[in-house]
């Protein structure tokens, strides 16, 4: 599925990635993590690795433009010991610097120490996230789950994905190794505890192509 094929249906997965997968690495991040994720710098040397391949700039730049950069990045490995399944929801909030009650935004939290807000839906219409699979993922591994189409419809309630469920099929997304899973921030989704073995290792990825209501900046980026 091509950038034409992001756009109609909220998600893509992109193969042909012209480095190996950078196991040791990423294995590296996650040493001493108990709980299976880590956040880690959006301008990190992975992070970097994968948005300098030329067939995931090309789809970047032509579905946001130039300026699009990575805000947040995150690590997470779906293993027998830590698994974990994910309601459906869409991923509505963004990490920013400081609390200011003067910003357009909504929705205040705190998560990990550090504030986080409900833009506005123009500027999460201007955001993509990347999932850089370094394990295989198949339905019996958690695959993410989509109801597809459903990035167009703007925020939606938690009612509101229920009607949806009742009328749009849900769509397994299984991933390839080495290939990368590109979706809408505002596409609905899910996934289920894995059944099998293994790993499910994943470098995480929003990029955006704006920035946070004044006075807010990104917090990692």
Do not use: Y
Not at 2 to 25: C, K, N, S, T, Y
Not at 59 to 64: K, M
Not at 156 to 179: N, R
């Amino acid at each position: 599925m091509d950038g034409d094929g992001l756009v109609r249906q909220g998600h893509a997965v992109i193969g042909g990635l012209e480095i190996p997968v950078p196991q040791q690495a990423f294995d590296a991040l996650l040493t001493r993590e108990s709980s299976g994720s880590r956040r880690i710098p959006a301008g990190h040397d992975l992070v970097g690795l994968l948005l300098r391949q030329p067939n995931i700039r090309k789809l970047i730049t032509r579905i946001l433009g130039d300026t699009v950069r990575p805000v947040r990045a995150i690590v997470f490995d779906k293993t027998a010991k830590s698994n974990w399944a994910v309601p459906w929801h869409q991923d509505r909030t963004i990490a920013v610097d400081r609390r200011d009650d003067r910003a357009e935004v909504r929705c205040w939290t705190v998560k990990n120490g550090v504030p986080h807000c409900e833009p506005p839906v123009s500027l999460l219409q201007r955001m993509v996230t990347l999932r850089w699979h370094f394990d295989a993922v198949g339905l019996r591994d958690g695959c993410i789950r989509v109801l597809p189409g459903s990035h167009r419809l703007g925020r939606l309630t938690a009612a509101d994905i229920s009607e949806l469920l009742a009328t749009v099929p849900a769509v397994d997304a299984p991933v390839p190794a080495g290939a990368v899973f590109m979706m809408s921030p505002l596409l609905v989704h899910s996934s289920r505890k894995r059944v099998t073995q293994g790993r499910r290792r994943v470098l995480h990825v929003e990029l955006a192509a704006g920035d946070p209501p004044m006075p807010l900046r990104w917090a990692w980026a």
